[in-house]
């Protein structure tokens, strides 16, 4: 396996305002920290380092959402996923630390150790597991906990229309004394949020990660980009390729495709970005024609799979990465931007545009695996010869 040096790119960027969707997030230790020593390398955006339990992509697509759950003085959240579900725990520790509550439905049987995603759902929210029957209706199964949880004198409202309402003039956010007020003849607002919060609200933090980007001291406007990341549901490419596309940067984004074809990643592209005009077309009018082009390069993985699934000597990959370079990425989702900026890289050598990998987080993940893949895991304990 070759070499390869990373640089640092906004190691520990913060979000330390979230209550304005379009405010910039505030970095400590941010800058270039280019180790460059002849070694071949590309650039890595830290998002990862956005917070311990909170994947960087995750806390992006909350970036808009909870503000607005703030504030219209939601006082519970509910919303659902897989066992080990990245969005859930992210949920759950994001309303935590606002003092709002938290009710995942977790589909299927609790695992007998918890551990990963999982268990800081558990330790942060409340977490029902729902049997898969009932989890396929997901609309119905959210709603009846949330009538469960409001009783018979709280509120129980749709996160969609939440967003609705405050795309218009009279948008039912509250002044801080009406909150009050509101708290005192209302005691529970239960607010749910669909599974995976992927739909427009998610875009904004993607944007407001590329403006911060963007700058001048970080990478500017000017100079040609790659960017990669790594694709589930493609929302998190799809703000990529919107912010660079709205600011007018020279920037593509190469995504690669983990979870779906490319006839549905295309779809997906046309329902977020009309969704995305139909809420915010007067702010974006000016560059219609680009976006309606296309806004993400869609790739396949250097090695396909079913999505999910690892292949033998990935997990030693991500070991020997980890080693190498001091990043940890994993093998379902990080793990296959780096393989591609590898790739990339090769073509920048020759002339191509700069590759920078937005590293998407997924740590915990790795926990959950470990127990999936005994096998793979179980050959780390001979360790790296080299
Ligand atoms: C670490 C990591 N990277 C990437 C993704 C995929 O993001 P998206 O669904 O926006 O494509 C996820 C989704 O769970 C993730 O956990």
């Not at 939601?74 to 080990?84: I, L, P, R």
């Not at 020279?250 to 995305?276: H, N």
């Not at 780390?380 to 080299?386: A, E, M, P, V, W």
Request: charged fraction near 20%; hydrophobic fraction near 40%; charge should be negative.
């Amino acid at each position: 396996m070759s070499n390869w040096m990373v640089k640092i790119l906004c190691q520990n960027c913060l979000i330390e305002d979230g209550h304005c969707p379009t405010q910039m997030p505030k970095f400590t230790n941010h800058g270039l920290m280019d180790k460059d020593d002849g070694e071949p390398s590309f650039f890595i955006v830290r998002d990862d380092l956005l917070h311990p339990l909170i994947n960087g992509n995750k806390a992006r697509k909350l970036d808009g959402l909870i503000p607005l759950v703030e504030d219209h003085s939601g006082t519970h959240v509910v919303t659902c996923g897989g066992c080990q579900s990245a969005h859930a725990a992210a949920v759950a520790v994001s309303c935590s630390e606002r003092g709002i509550k938290s009710h995942l439905l977790l589909r299927g049987e609790q695992p007998e150790i918890l551990t990963g995603y999982n268990l800081m759902s558990t330790i942060y929210g409340n977490v029902t597991y729902v049997p898969r029957s009932l989890y396929a209706n997901r609309e119905k199964m959210l709603k009846s906990h949330a009538d469960y949880l409001a009783g018979s004198s709280g509120n129980v409202i749709w996160f969609d229309d939440i967003m609705e309402a405050s795309l218009s003039e009279n948008d039912g956010a509250m002044s801080f004394l009406q909150k009050d007020a509101y708290r005192s003849d209302h005691p529970r607002k239960i607010v749910i949020v669909n599974e995976g919060a992927g739909d427009v609200v998610a875009l904004l933090g993607l944007i407001r990660l590329v403006q911060y980007i963007s700058q001048n001291h970080i990478l500017g406007k000017e100079r040609p980009l790659k960017l990669v990341v790594d694709a589930g549901t493609g929302t998190t490419a799809v703000g990529l390729g919107l912010g660079a596309k709205c600011l007018g940067l020279p920037w593509e984004v190469t995504a690669v495709m983990l979870a779906d074809t490319i006839d549905g990643y295309r779809r997906q592209e046309k329902r977020l970005i009309s969704g995305f005009k139909r809420h915010f077309g007067l702010q974006i009018d000016h560059c219609f024609d680009e976006i309606d082009r296309g806004l993400v390069h869609w790739v396949e993985r250097c090695h396909p799979r079913k999505f999910g699934n690892v292949l033998e000597g990935e997990v030693e990959a991500c070991q020997h990465i980890a080693q190498q370079t001091g990043i940890l990425v994993d093998p379902v989702y990080t793990l296959a931007a780096w393989e591609m900026s590898t790739v990339l890289r090769e073509q920048e050598a020759e002339g191509g545009a700069t590759v920078v990998m937005l590293h998407t987080g997924g740590t915990l993940g790795m926990f959950g695996l470990a127990q999936r893949y005994k096998s793979y895991f179980s050959n780390l304990k001979t360790g790296l010869f080299n």
